[in-house]
DNA sequence: TTGAAAGCGCTAACAC
DNA sequence: GTGTTAGCGCTTTCAA
């Protein structure tokens, strides 16, 4: 892209705070940066010209000096999906950006496409951010979404930049800090519900299973299983997605599968509102003949009817410990943390 | 914030590269910076050694003296409110980085609390934006979900900073580039389609009305009204917001100042799920009894029961033209442009 | 077409 | 405590 316009004109420079302040320029920066040895009546002064004269550090000159960028980045692994269909992502960012908030680091957000094969272009989109990244752009990373295979993470953190992962890592070797919702736990709790219930079979509409929340929920579901004695049979499971479209999709295969089927545990509540729709196309009530628990407690689960009995996790919080988890690398804490936050079931008429 | 932290270590420098092509500084930099003025050869050469080197520029020193920052921020001014609790946000996220993925440019996000009185912090978060912005950390900025008199779009304007608006400002006399979706023609539609099968009590449920596109709906309410000849009575509009909350407590009132009322125009999907579920309460069929009409098209429009009427806009689009136009003024030019999109109704069964 | 040299605005030793 | 000095890595005249 052309950018041939003349930029903005130039605030004052420190130079002309220390002139105005009769100090040196070291003197006028120790302020700035906060230093203790500074005499009382230079600090005043120095304050007083910064304000007289609107001064604003520079940003660029103080990162090419001090090698740090004062940003984090958000990356999002995958701008298609659930991400960006659910309120999921906007609580996240709320919650960075709340622990962040007393900091003075900024938010730098990253979309690129998933990896392949998900996203033809995810490679050359991978390049582009670790460009970004590697290049001095951010001082930390804080990564969303990711797929089982992506190479990402493992590349940032071989070029030494701190990260934190949303999400367990698929592969346990790798050391570094993420923060991750119970989902085993959550998916085991909804399975028990239904079950407890005296829902005798209860199906499963996974999620991406090359994503370790969508694999997640679905082993918490066979150890709900496991913890009664109960087999699990494949014609139970069915494989969809985070979406509508694939909810539904999974609940018709699930009815020719298993047409006895009472209860079903779905990857997600809009997923859940697909097979909702599908179930009462059948003629199924819910949850007479099929109870139905979803995963997330969105507005959605709030607004189908009946209510959706769902899982929360707290992403509000999930966001934050992340940021707080970064910011703790950022000040040179070495080692790695991972951090498992609790889900809980919510229970409303649906099952 | 203590970051005491040695940096990690610095990659290759412009330097090196030449020292490696044979070249200078000067040759490598046009290479770079895709200057034509170099022979075939030493763009040859460059370009290997780049490659081998595995060269990336330092965008501090590049900034430092081009006084751009290749970044722009996208300022949401109102951290608590739908913004974040639907889609909404995210469509427009990802229409900006559409439009922003083939130039080399990156967003930062900042999120910053109302003004007052909304927020008792707003103040003091508008001087931060302020300092960010003005002090060089971006090139432009994107502003959304402004109240009608919040001087942060003023203060950029009198700076100097390219700035485009979501949305129309309240104050007309601001030559400034925005884009809006028609909320008048929306509101105008919806209203006009309950009146036109034959409601008679048609009320409304406002969104808050010092922002423009609250006030927008209202006005298109009052159009259709106007439009058929007919008045428009106090004791059929209540003032809500756009949340679920908001979106009750209005029903409610509504339905002792207007026990008669037949239809309703609700400001956004997710107020009007509180309004369905109020009327669920108070024994109102739906739409047999009141016929109800929603804004947004977001997902509960089709999670709710009976599925919303609603009127979409194009938010994602609304991200991308927006990008757009401060992409144009980045390259220099310099008059404002002004653009509405279109909204439609999408009728369902509520009404 | 290329190179030399002068900064961009700031921080951080290192004296004093 | 404070000032002096030397860069950080890059772009950009200006000569050649």
Redesign the interface.
């Known amino acids: 892209?052309?950018?041939?316009?003349p930029?903005?004109?130039?605030?004052p420079t420190l130079e002309a705070v220390a002139r105005a302040a009769g100090v040196s320029r070291s003197t006028v920066s120790r302020v700035v940066t906060g230093s203790p040895r500074v005499s009382p009546t230079a600090r005043h002064a120095v304050e007083e010209a910064i304000e007289r004269l609107g001064y604003?550090?520079?940003?660029?000159?103080r990162?090419?000096v001090?090698?740090?960028?004062g940003?984090v980045a958000?990356v999002v692994r995958e701008?298609e999906s659930r991400?960006?269909?659910?309120?999921f992502?906007?609580?996240v960012?709320?919650g960075v950006?709340?622990a962040m908030a007393?900091?003075d680091?900024?938010?730098?957000?990253?979309?690129a496409g998933a990896s392949p094969p998900d996203d033809p272009d995810g490679e050359h989109e991978r390049r582009r951010i670790e460009?970004?990244l590697?290049?001095?752009?951010a001082?930390g990373a804080l990564l969303l979404s990711l797929h089982a295979d992506d190479p990402l993470p493992r590349d940032l953190l071989a070029?030494?930049?701190p990260v934190v992962l949303a999400g367990r890592p698929s592969t346990p070797d790798l050391d570094v800090s993420w923060v991750d919702a119970d989902n085993r736990g959550g998916g085991a709790a909804a399975t028990e519900h239904l079950l407890a219930s005296g829902r005798r079979r209860v199906g499963v509409l996974t999620g991406p299973l090359d994503m370790v929340a969508g694999r997640d929920r679905l082993d918490g579901y066979h150890d709900a299983h496991a913890a009664r004695g109960l087999p699990v049979v494949p014609d139970l499971q069915a494989r969809g997605d985070f979406t509508?479209e694939g909810g539904a999709a999974a609940m018709m295969r699930l009815l020719t599968s298993a047409p006895d089927v009472d209860g079903v545990v779905v990857a997600s509540d809009?997923a859940a509102?697909g097979a909702l729709q599908v179930l009462a196309a059948a003629g199924r009530r819910v949850p007479e003949d099929v109870a139905v628990v979803g995963f997330d407690d969105s507005?959605?689960a709030?607004?189908?009817?009946p209510a959706l009995t769902t899982v929360r996790q707290p992403v509000e919080e999930l966001g934050a410990r992340m940021a707080q988890l970064l910011?703790a690398r950022?000040?040179?804490e070495a080692t790695t943390q991972q951090v498992v936050l609790p889900t809980h079931l919510v229970v409303r008429d649906s099952g």
Not at 56 to 61: I, L, R
């Open positions: 892209m052309p950018l041939d316009d930029p903005r004109a130039p605030g604003v550090p520079n940003p660029a000159a990162s090419l001090t090698r740090r960028t940003t958000l701008p991400v960006f269909d659910e309120p992502f906007g609580a960012v709320r950006s709340q007393r900091t680091l900024q938010l730098a957000l990253l979309l460009r970004f590697l290049g001095g752009h001082d070029a030494g930049l509508r809009v509102l507005i959605v709030r607004s189908v009817q910011l950022l000040a040179g």
